[in-house]
């Protein structure tokens, strides 16, 4: 039975029984969410070099950027249906540590391309604990303004300034030519116009440098030439240790669609049966060979390796680890 004396205690205990009851959602407001996404970078080792994948944004690939045959494309838009992200993308750029110099692969697509979904690489390289003064080299794949939009502001200022910048003089020449762009289709335009403003304070400054062939850039690095997605499209592959990374610029846009058809072209590809040869010929040397790829539109950290699956290829993706463990990167066939 109560006494008088519990009261009060009675009292107190009703009252936090029907707060309990009655308001879980004030014990839900003590914990806010956090709307912030870990930084946007993935820190590995090949050999003796160290690899950051820079995360620039995220977007999603128009599926009539595609082209295919009718049936593969028809189902192209079934999958969709059934799975929205199927034709999900990333945008990225990758940092090469030699112990000696600072090398960005593709400097993803600054405030050229995207509206304000891309953007983010500068600010990833700050997070991994470099700023873009520190970088000595930038390769470029090819001229495209999400791959090289982050060199330069719309104002004109280099956002690398102490970066040299290498690309295939093919590239440079077609995409840097007025004569060329004057007769381009009107809705190529914007591509010259992009890489022309990008190049432009390099060049000024006697920063930007074309190669042709087999010329010696850095040590352990060797020019791969991708024709067909450019003129100059060039993949760069690093050794060392007897490990191997290739960073293979746009031979893949979209993932779950072009390893299995590996036939199906992009829009963008300016000679599409050589773009589509290319590919060919690369995933199936990859899918014999131990090579860690860097594809800039893998979704992120887009570094992975293939594998040979019925008519196609499927994409083994780096697992997540925040170990130096190099052997869980070359897993055994």
């Known amino acids: ?85 199927v034709l999900d993308v990333a945008d990225t750029g990758f940092l090469v540590n030699t112990g000696k110099q600072l090398i960005l692969v593709d400097v993803g697509a600054g405030t050229w391309w995207g509206g304000g979904a891309f953007g983010r690489l500068a600010g990833s390289l700050r997070r991994a604990g470099c700023t873009p003064e520190d970088v000595n080299i930038v390769l470029v794949t090819h001229l495209h303004s999400d791959h090289v939009g982050g060199l330069t502001t719309h104002d004109g200022k280099r956002v690398f300034p102490h970066a ?13 030519s007025p004569d060329i762009a004057a007769k381009a289709p009107k809705d190529a335009q914007p591509f010259f116009q992009s890489a022309q403003a990008i190049a432009a304070p390099y060049i000024k400054a006697g920063k930007w440098h074309t190669f042709g062939g ?44 072009q390893l299995q058809r590996p036939e199906v072209t992009a829009v963008f590809d300016i000679d599409q049966a050589a773009a589509a040869a290319t590919r060919h010929q690369l995933l199936t040397r990859l899918a ?31 697992v997540f680890t925040d170990q130096w463990n190099t052997a869980a990167l070359s897993p055994q066939k």
């Open 1 to 85: 039975m109560f006494t008088r004396h519990s009261i009060p205690f009675g009292a107190a205990l009703v009252a936090a029984l029907a707060s309990f009851v009655a308001g879980p959602n004030a014990a839900l407001r003590a914990a806010p969410q956090h709307p912030d996404q870990a930084p946007g970078f993935y820190r590995l080792k090949v050999g003796d070099l160290e690899v950051t994948a820079l995360f620039d944004g995220a977007g999603v690939f128009d599926p009539h950027w595609l082209n295919g045959a009718k049936a593969t494309m028809d189902g192209v838009q079934k999958t969709l249906h059934e799975d929205p992200h």
């Open 164 to 176: 040299d910048v290498y690309v295939a003089k093919a590239d440079s020449d077609f995409w840097l």
């Open 214 to 257: 087999s010329e010696k850039i850095v040590d352990g690095m060797e020019l791969v030439p991708l024709s067909g997605h450019t003129p100059g499209h060039t993949g760069y592959e690093f050794s060392s240790k007897g490990q191997k990374i290739l960073f293979w610029g746009d031979i893949v846009h979209a993932l779950r669609v």
């Open 288 to 318: 014999r060979e131990d090579v860690l790829i860097a594809g800039p539109h893998m979704n992120f950290p887009a570094l992975g390796r293939l594998h040979k699956e019925g008519s196609g290829y499927s994409w083994a993706p780096v």
